[in-house]
């Protein structure tokens, strides 16, 4: 079965700019949750999708949002990019939502904002 | 709000040695979930072991354990018979048993096996 997997695996954007971020779940997987994770801030938690919709949001701003696809298959997007935008991206995915399933992560998107 | 405290950055162990790993958390939650995930310089993270903390039994999976002490919030991973494949960030997570599928994180550890 394939794993998690996320595109693209790099991007360069510019201040101000506009990104989204894809990512597909495992087969039958419906749970799937994106992470920040940068050197200072570390690993932060942005949101989970689950049946095409949000269950959970972090603190981030409402630059940063997402959706969630009927095929479970989900994309994240952050408006008017800032430096400290640039991490890696990584999104989880689970068979269904509830603490009792394990997350599943993909290679993660490194995105670099200049 | 719970955090995750990995208050070691880095750690080194000569290969075949056994090494120990330290996590504390902090929550008010009485049934939550312990994770210990592997990210290698590949990125991938990768699930190591998890702990549920109703049960009072440590977890093992083949060379890696937990010491879960619920009392004290401790949970630390120990690998034996250290490999040069366990080299990698080690990061803690926690979760709690109710609600959406939020992993907090420690800050990390950074292991390095040497030959």
């Known amino acids: 079965k394939a794993g998690v997997t996320q595109t693209p695996r790099y991007l360069i954007k510019t201040r101000g700019q506009q990104v989204t971020l894809s990512c597909s779940p495992i087969?039958?997987?419906?749970?799937v949750s994106w992470y920040q994770q940068t050197p200072g801030q570390g690993l932060q938690f942005l949101f989970e999708?689950?049946?095409?919709?949000?269950?959970n949001k972090g603190n981030f701003p409402g630059r940063f949002s997402g959706r969630q696809f009927s095929n479970s298959r989900s994309e994240m997007n952050v408006s008017t990019l800032e430096l400290g935008d640039s991490a890696l991206y990584l999104c989880?995915?689970?068979?269904?939502?509830?603490?009792?399933?394990?997350?599943?992560f993909g290679p993660g998107t490194r995105l670099t904002v200049t | 709000a719970q955090t995750v405290t990995q208050s070691q950055p880095e750690m080194s162990v000569q290969e075949a040695e056994t090494v120990t790993l330290s996590c504390t958390y902090d929550?008010?939650?009485?049934?939550?979930?312990l994770f210990w995930y592997k990210q290698p310089p590949s990125r991938q993270m990768i699930l190591v072991i998890r702990?549920?903390?109703?049960?009072?039994q440590n977890a093992t999976e083949n060379r890696f354990s937990v010491n879960f002490q619920k009392a004290a919030k401790s949970f630390s991973l120990k690998i034996s018979d250290s490999q040069l494949g366990d080299a990698a960030m080690y990061f803690c997570?926690?979760?709690?048993?109710?609600?959406?599928?939020?992993?907090?994180f420690g800050q990390g550890t950074r292991l390095t096996i040497n030959p």
């Open positions: 989880a995915s689970s068979l269904n939502t509830g603490t009792s399933y394990e997350q599943y």
């Open positions: 087969s039958g997987h419906r749970s």
């Open positions: 999708y689950f049946s095409e919709t949000q269950r």
């Open positions: 929550t008010s939650e009485s049934d939550y979930y």
């Open positions: 702990q549920e903390a109703y049960k009072q």
């Open positions: 997570a926690y979760r709690m048993t109710q609600g959406a599928q939020k992993l907090v």
